[in-house]
Nanobody, 122 residues
Framework: QVRLEEAGGGLVHPGGSLILSCTASGRSFERDAMGWWRQIPGKEREFVALMTWHGIDEIAGSMKGRATVSRRIANSIALRMNNLTPGDTAIYYC?????????????????WGQGIQVSVSS
């Protein structure tokens, strides 16, 4: 059974930083793109960041300059977010897909994690 499990969420003050991690299991992910999406309350799920299996990364405009993504082993991915604002409060989802194009489209993501809450508040 394939599972993507997120960790590292929680409450952070405005201006603070947070690292989310995701570990995938159940099959090999060494040829997949992995990434992050988020769903802000009242809004549609949106793409945040990705890293391909060969190390190409992409950060969405909303987080550009404030986030980095890393993937030290094939079946995991981490997202570091800096200078967080209340507008970043959301449920963050780990995702995987066969390509960078597919992982940026909600309809072609292959696997989703259950999501983890990130709250930014003073």
């Amino acid at each position: 059974q394939v599972r993507l499990e997120e960790a590292g969420g929680g409450l952070v003050h405005p201006g603070g930083s947070l690292i989310l991690s995701c570990t995938a299991s159940g099959r090999s992910f060494e040829r997949d793109a992995m990434g992050w999406w988020r769903q802000i309350p009242g809004k549609e799920r949106e793409f945040v960041a990705l890293m391909t299996w060969h190390g190409i990364d992409e950060i969405a405009g909303s987080m550009k300059g404030r986030a980095t993504v890393s993937r030290r082993i094939a079946n995991s991915i981490a997202l570091r977010m800096n200078n967080l604002t209340p507008g970043d409060t959301a449920i963050y989802y780990c995702a995987s897909a066969h390509s960078s194009t597919q992982i940026k489209d909600v309809s072609t993501v292959t696997y989703w994690g259950q999501g983890i809450q990130v709250s930014v508040s003073s």
